[in-house]
Each structure stands twice: as C-alpha cells, then as structure tokens.
C-alpha cells in the first residue's frame, strides 16, 4: 500500500503577500517572525521554518466537507514558495518529534477512526489506519495544538 502527503498549495498565501500588518489583521491573519525551530510549521513546504524565518498565521479550513466533521484552526505558512512539498510513502519533516493525533475518514467525509501516534510512529501509524478498507484519507494534527498538519491518502502510481 503506497500513501501521500502533499502540503497545501501556495496559491492559500496570495491574499496575504504584500500585506501590511493592518491588511493582514483585517483578513484575519498575523505576520509571525519564527523564534525557534521546531514550532513554525510551513503548511505548504511541511517543514519548519528557521528562526528568523518570517510566515503567516491564519485561519484555515482543513477538512471542508458536508459532515459534522468539517474542521477549521489556524495554520502557519510561508509566502513565496513555488510548489506544494509532496512525499510519497515518506513522512515530511514536520512529523518529526510530535505526536500526531490521526483522524482517518470514508470517502462520506465521516470519521471511522482515529489514532495517536507518537514520535517516529507515523509511516506505522499510517499504515495501520490504511488497512481499513473503509479509510479512504487521514487528517494529521497536532496532538498538543490541535492545528493541521497534512492531509495523508491512498496513492497509486
């Protein structure tokens, strides 16, 4: 079974670019400046951005559906970049050292089941949630924050 995870494209960052901080602030969003690494992380690049680092925090609808599962938080990413990062039966930098809460849906946009997945687990986390016929993608959060991460699904080359 092959999986992949793709960020989110960077066209989610271009009302954003150029932005003032009072134009940023009146679409809901805030400049950030990253003070550490790990703690940024790029939703697009799925790495965490470097101390110095500037990115965007904003309100993001992850899981846009027509289910009492539709879900929205806030999200870190950077403006600039060309390509969404995309990793195929490869787990993205951002997953390094978090736990990982796993909520893997049906093709109905219903949760089927969910799984926490500690540091170093994820690739085992997601294969387990995939053998379950009826997972068609996993939603990955972070467990403490609760915030987005990456969507995770099925791939067939």
């Known amino acids: 079974m092959t999986y ?7 066209d989610i960052v271009k009302p954003f670019e150029g932005a003032t901080a009072e134009e940023l ?4 969003a805030v ?26 925090l904003f309100h993001h609808m992850s899981h846009d559906v027509d289910s009492p599962y539709r879900s929205a938080y806030a999200i870190f990413a ?21 736990t990982l809460g796993m909520r893997a849906f049906g093709s109905d946009a219903m ?16 294969r387990e949630l995939f053998e379950l016929d009826e ?11 609760g915030c987005f991460v990456a969507r995770v699904e099925r791939f067939e080359p």
Not at 4 to 10: K, V
Not at 37 to 42: L, T
């Open 78 to 98: 950077r403006t600039g970049l060309a390509a969404a990062a995309q990793y195929t039966d490869a787990i993205p930098p951002v997953f390094d050292g978090r």
């Open 25 to 28: 602030s009146a679409m809901g």
């Open 135 to 145: 997972v068609a993608y996993i939603d990955v959060h972070n467990a403490a924050h």
């Open 111 to 126: 949760l089927k089941t969910a799984k926490l997945s500690l540091p170093g687990d994820a690739d085992r986390s997601i």
């Open 4 to 10: 992949q995870i793709t960020g989110l494209s960077p």
């Open 31 to 56: 400049p950030m400046t990253a003070t550490g690494k790990p703690g940024f992380p790029c939703r697009i690049s799925l790495e965490d951005a470097e101390a110095g680092e500037e990115l965007i």
